[in-house]
């Protein structure tokens, strides 16, 4: 697991406050994504980014603001939470090849409490 | 679209007895499919994945998955339960040369000594 690391690992943040997330993958891999896991509910992609490209928004608020600078590191920028923004949020990384299938490895997470 | 369904929110096995974990599956065009597993404060840690070929996966930590394509299912499987391998276990496909990973809502697994 310490192929992917995320900072912080527990947020707690106000309504109006502004904070970011930090993955960092040390896995040589070109992809980067962030999901966002609550209780009860499949885990849901957020946001893909391929050769430091954004390739997928999966019609996330505006409140949440990916950044990727490079193919080893990944934000995801928070502004004006609401309450039910509250989760894990979930970085992974894979190797992306269209041409074969590949797996995403995982960091542990950032448990998210918005107040 | 693609979809996972994993219809049970709760596995019980007692530890040494077998144990499935059962996942249905929605794609159109061939699938790839992924089962991850999920400790308490952890990441998911990849488990296995069907690509082509034989329709029983082996993957990490005894367990092995079979692909039914007639029955579009994936069922996660193991032959002698252990009580560290209670943790939640999640479904995954995604439609041939897509990087875009569905997943089920997770089923967790509880070994009892």
């Known amino acids: 697991e310490t192929g992917v690391t995320q900072t912080p690992r527990h947020l707690v943040m106000g309504m109006t406050n502004k904070k970011s997330l930090k993955c960092e993958q040390h896995?040589?891999?070109?992809?980067m994504y962030w999901y966002k896991q609550s209780a009860k509910k499949p885990l849901e992609l957020m946001f893909v980014y391929s050769l430091e490209e954004r390739v997928e928004n999966n019609s996330v608020p505006s409140r949440f603001s990916p950044e990727c600078p490079n193919s080893s590191h990944l934000f995801l920028h928070l502004h004006t939470l609401q309450p039910e923004d509250s989760a894990l949020y979930l970085c992974?990384?894979?190797?992306?090849?269209?041409?074969?299938?590949?797996?995403?490895?995982f960091g542990p997470g950032t448990r998210l409490t918005v107040t | 679209a693609q979809s996972v369904a994993q219809p049970e929110d709760q596995v019980n096995v007692a530890e040494g007895n077998p144990l499935t974990v059962k996942c249905t599956y929605s794609v159109s065009g061939n699938p790839y499919l992924f089962w991850y597993v999920q400790y308490p404060n952890r990441g998911l840690q990849f488990l296995l994945k069907?690509?082509?070929?034989?329709?029983l996966v082996k993957g990490s930590y005894g367990f092995e998955a079979e692909f039914n394509k007639s029955q579009t299912s994936f069922h996660l499987k193991k032959p002698s339960a252990l009580v560290s391998d209670s943790a939640l276990y999640f479904c995954a496909v995604t439609p041939t040369g897509f990087q875009k990973l569905v997943f089920g809502t997770g089923t967790r697994l509880l070994v009892s000594p």
């Open positions: 069907y690509i082509t070929g034989d329709n």
């Open positions: 896995l040589g891999h070109n992809a």
């Open positions: 992974a990384s894979s190797q992306d090849r269209t041409e074969s299938p590949y797996e995403q490895y």
